[in-house]
């Protein structure tokens, strides 16, 4: 009997160790995140998870890692903070290599204090607030632009080159449309312009026709959106069949998701003149650029179906970017969070061929770019 027990005893033994050392071995790298799959901003999540999962597939499929594979892990916070932080604290128990990725301003404000916390390393937040740049919170690198600096150059067009004056701005009632207000005040009190008007909306609502009144009231030229796409869709829609405000110009950030803007407002017959677009990434669909050539021949290898847009492209370029910095650090085997916080500051100059990048303000990209939407493309303002 006691030969038997021992037996088994051994037996369990050597059954966990090879399953500890399976699970232990490194063979796999993960990556985790938190993003919208439902709610009103699921196609920004989708975007995000659909673009970073074709180019970790590319990577695995190609053994760009060593024989180890890139996992990325996701939960869906519906854009709502609270379940942002709830999921972050699940993932964090995990043994991730780096969170990457959260979508939104507000979501991202609330895990802050699990960052610092359990001190994860943080790339590529989709969000351009002020808050994620500053250097109270060293384990973060940012990709994109800000939103300041796309609000710079979005009114220094409609002011400087436009010479429109009354300005009204429609925003979303958080953290995110905070951020654009202030940022939008500071602007136009450097230049001696006070808003025409405000108006705002509740997240994840379309609760629009108090803030359409205000603004309307106000006659302006031009309308700054800092919102969400169904919600600056749903206003933009209404505007078009008002008197006062069909010929408005509407002048959008990134994070009001161009592509799905344009796909709403299409649905309803709605015309998209005047509006302008700004973007933290060239036209993805620019095919004389050498990384928007790769950027469409993975897609569609990986997610041929799936539509191709500006959110999807800086998806893309950030996971390139995360990958090629792992394999840097792989290849020398030192891959740790400290070692990848460090050299995510410091990518090869020309690791996405023609899109610059250089750590400033705690990002990696620093220009901003102006669309208009014309003949069912989006066509760059050269200034």
């Not at 005040?185 to 994840?204: H, P, W």
């Not at 959106?225 to 990134?254: Q, W």
Request: contains cysteine.
């Amino acid at each position: 009997m006691v030969k038997k027990v021992l037996f088994i005893t051994i037996i369990l033994i050597l059954f966990y160790l090879v399953n500890f050392e399976k699970k232990n071995s490194g063979d796999e790298i993960l990556i985790a995140s938190s993003i919208p799959k439902s709610s009103g901003l699921k196609a920004w999540g989708d975007a995000v998870l659909i673009a970073s999962n074709s180019y970790f597939s590319y990577v695995n499929d190609n053994n760009l890692l060593k024989d180890k594979k890139i996992v990325f892990k996701t939960l869906d916070d519906k854009y709502e903070p609270d379940l942002t932080y709830e999921n972050i604290q699940k993932l964090s128990k995990d043994n991730i290599l780096a969170l990457y990725g959260v979508v939104g301003t507000p979501t991202n404000k609330e895990i802050l204090p699990l960052l610092e916390k359990n001190n994860l390393l943080y790339f590529s937040p989709f969000s351009g607030a002020e808050f994620l740049r500053n250097n109270t919170i060293p384990n973060i690198v940012n990709f994109r632009a800000s939103y300041k600096e796309e609000l710079e150059n979005l009114l220094n067009y409609i002011i400087d080159e436009k010479n429109l004056k009354k300005i009204a701005i429609f925003y979303q009632n958080d953290e995110y449309g905070e951020e654009g207000l202030i940022s939008t005040l500071k602007i136009l009190k450097d230049k001696n312009i006070e808003l025409s008007a405000t108006g705002t909306y509740k997240r994840n609502s379309l609760s629009i026709s108090h803030a359409f009144n205000e603004i309307k009231n106000s006659k302006p030229e031009a309308i700054v959106m800092i919102g969400a796409y169904k919600a600056i869709s749903l206003f933009i829609e209404k505007a078009k069949k008002d008197k006062v405000l069909k010929d408005t110009i509407f002048c959008n950030i990134s994070f009001g998701d161009a592509n799905s803007i344009v796909k709403e407002l299409e649905s309803t017959n709605t015309n998209t003149k005047n509006l302008i677009f700004s973007q933290i990434v060239p036209n993805y669909n620019d095919k004389s650029l050498q990384i928007v050539q790769e950027y469409q021949s993975i897609m569609q290898k990986y997610a041929k179906d799936k539509p191709l847009g500006f959110i999807s492209f800086e998806a893309f370029l950030a996971s390139k970017v995360l990958v090629n910095q792992i394999s840097k650090l792989e290849k020398i085997g030192e891959l740790n969070q400290k070692n990848l916080l460090n050299t995510l500051k410091n990518p090869p100059k020309n690791l996405l061929y023609e899109i610059e990048m250089g750590f400033k303000n705690n990002q990696l990209l620093n220009k901003t770019y102006l669309f208009e939407y014309k003949n069912n493309n989006f066509e760059e303002i050269k200034r």
